[in-house]
Protein backbone atom coordinates (compact mmCIF):
# COMPACT_ATOMS: atom_id res chain seq x y z
CA UNK A 1 0.00 0.00 0.00
CA UNK A 2 1.56 3.70 -0.86
CA UNK A 3 1.92 5.93 2.01
CA UNK A 4 0.06 8.66 2.08
CA UNK A 5 2.08 12.24 2.35
CA UNK A 6 0.40 14.61 4.70
CA UNK A 7 0.67 17.94 3.10
CA UNK A 8 1.18 20.93 5.18
CA UNK A 9 -1.94 22.86 4.65
CA UNK A 10 -1.48 27.27 4.13
CA UNK A 11 -3.62 28.06 7.07
CA UNK A 12 -1.88 29.45 10.49
CA UNK A 13 -4.17 27.65 13.57
CA UNK A 14 -4.97 29.79 16.64
CA UNK A 15 -2.40 26.93 18.55
CA UNK A 16 0.21 27.13 16.49
CA UNK A 17 -0.35 31.52 16.72
CA UNK A 18 -0.19 30.91 20.54
CA UNK A 19 2.85 28.61 21.10
CA UNK A 20 4.82 30.89 18.56
CA UNK A 21 4.14 34.07 20.68
CA UNK A 22 4.34 32.14 23.75
CA UNK A 23 7.85 30.85 22.72
CA UNK A 24 8.74 34.36 21.40
CA UNK A 25 8.07 35.95 24.82
CA UNK A 26 9.80 33.48 26.63
CA UNK A 27 13.00 34.70 24.68
CA UNK A 28 12.96 38.44 24.85
CA UNK A 29 11.48 38.77 27.76
CA UNK A 30 12.81 37.37 31.07
CA UNK A 31 10.34 36.31 33.91
CA UNK A 32 12.30 34.79 36.72
CA UNK A 33 9.76 32.44 39.71
CA UNK A 34 10.69 30.39 41.97
CA UNK A 35 11.61 27.09 41.56
CA UNK A 36 8.49 25.57 43.88
CA UNK A 37 5.88 28.29 41.86
CA UNK A 38 2.77 26.55 41.11
CA UNK A 39 2.72 28.36 37.66
CA UNK A 40 5.42 29.15 35.08
CA UNK A 41 6.24 31.81 33.07
CA UNK A 42 4.68 30.29 29.88
CA UNK A 43 1.32 29.98 32.14
CA UNK A 44 1.52 33.65 32.28
CA UNK A 45 2.41 34.23 28.82
CA UNK A 46 -0.48 32.19 27.57
CA UNK A 47 -2.78 34.42 30.20
CA UNK A 48 -1.17 37.10 28.29
CA UNK A 49 -1.37 36.99 24.58
CA UNK A 50 -5.03 34.86 25.05
CA UNK A 51 -6.31 37.95 26.95
CA UNK A 52 -4.88 40.15 23.98
CA UNK A 53 -5.82 37.84 20.97
CA UNK A 54 -9.46 37.80 22.34
CA UNK A 55 -9.71 41.72 23.45
CA UNK A 56 -10.23 41.47 27.10
CA UNK A 57 -8.84 41.02 30.21
CA UNK A 58 -6.71 38.76 31.77
CA UNK A 59 -9.17 38.64 35.14
CA UNK A 60 -12.14 37.68 32.43
CA UNK A 61 -9.67 34.99 30.97
CA UNK A 62 -8.75 33.28 33.73
CA UNK A 63 -12.36 33.34 35.24
CA UNK A 64 -13.49 31.72 32.34
CA UNK A 65 -10.42 29.05 31.97
CA UNK A 66 -10.23 26.20 33.88
CA UNK A 67 -6.57 25.86 32.98
CA UNK A 68 -5.04 28.76 33.43
CA UNK A 69 -3.58 30.26 36.88
CA UNK A 70 -5.79 32.72 38.71
CA UNK A 71 -5.89 36.03 38.15
CA UNK A 72 -4.32 37.51 40.63
CA UNK A 73 -1.17 35.38 39.87
CA UNK A 74 -0.80 36.59 37.06
CA UNK A 75 -1.55 40.12 37.67
CA UNK A 76 0.99 39.90 40.71
CA UNK A 77 4.18 38.50 38.25
CA UNK A 78 3.10 40.79 35.67
CA UNK A 79 3.27 43.90 38.49
CA UNK A 80 6.21 42.44 40.29
CA UNK A 81 8.54 40.66 37.28
CA UNK A 82 8.06 43.07 34.83
CA UNK A 83 9.66 46.25 33.69
CA UNK A 84 7.42 47.94 32.12
CA UNK A 85 8.48 50.00 29.03
CA UNK A 86 10.13 46.60 28.13
CA UNK A 87 6.95 44.55 27.99
CA UNK A 88 5.64 47.48 25.64
CA UNK A 89 8.43 46.98 23.93
CA UNK A 90 7.98 43.42 22.91
CA UNK A 91 3.93 43.83 22.64
CA UNK A 92 4.46 46.26 19.85
CA UNK A 93 7.11 43.97 18.60
CA UNK A 94 4.93 40.68 18.06
Do not use: W
Request: proline share 3%; with cysteine; glycine share 2%.
Amino acid sequence: MPSKQQQADSEIHEDQLLNFLVNRLDEEVSLNLANNAETDAKDIYEVLVGATADGTSISTLCNSSEDSPSANTVLYHLRTKFEPERLEQVANTL
